[in-house]
């Protein structure tokens, strides 16, 4: 059980630390707001990060391979992804003005990485793999103990990735210039626009 729970969590941390969306959303948001707001991006996609991952560890991983439930919910990502990465570039044009925290900017920020989450076809691939993967760790067939004890280490992983993740942000935001906050808006904006495009390609 040892070896599958730190298995899972160095496949946690690398998940998690993989640049991507929900990255790109983090540093756009925690650049404008601080702390708060990038470990609420974070801790908003443990929601879409947990569900994956009990349908990875699932037979419903089968059910969302078929075009019809694949198709939908990558269109509905790319043009997700495409929406945000335009803001990103907006932001990287004319710079926000620093936010201070408010409910609604929080809740606001939950949401994205909850949504950005929730609608990233790319968890799909990361857990069917992962499962067949896992099936290997154990050798054989693992037992509702095991994936128990799997999920309770990956989610442990992303969970400690979320204020590290933020905590990074944070520090960019109070030791770095105006004009590399505009530069890491652009470039957010356009690996977000990236995603969207790759998504699409997918199809």
Known sequence: ??????????FGLAFC????AVFSETLRRGLQG??????LVQLGSLIGDALWALIGLSSLALLLAQDAVRQ???LASAAYLAWLGVQGLRDAWRPPQTLSASSEQGRQAFAAGALLS??????????GALGSALSGLVAGPPSPAQLGVFFTGFMLAA??????????VDWLRRHTSP?????SYAMCGLLLLGCAGLALRGL
């Not at 601080?34 to 470990?39: D, I, S, Y």
């Not at 969970?159 to 990074?168: E, G, I, N, T």
């Not at 004009?179 to 530069?183: G, K, T």
Request: hydrophobic letters at 60%; proline letters at 8%.
């Open 1 to 10: 059980m040892l070896s599958i729970f730190l298995a899972a969590v160095l």
């Open 17 to 20: 630390a993989s640049p991507g």
């Open 34 to 39: 601080g702390f708060r707001p990038a470990l």
């Open 72 to 74: 939908p919910l990558t």
């Open 118 to 127: 929730l609608s990233n076809p790319k968890n799909l691939v990361f857990w």
């Open 159 to 168: 969970l400690l990735w979320c204020f590290v993740c933020a905590l990074l």
């Open 179 to 183: 004009r590399w906050q505009q530069v």
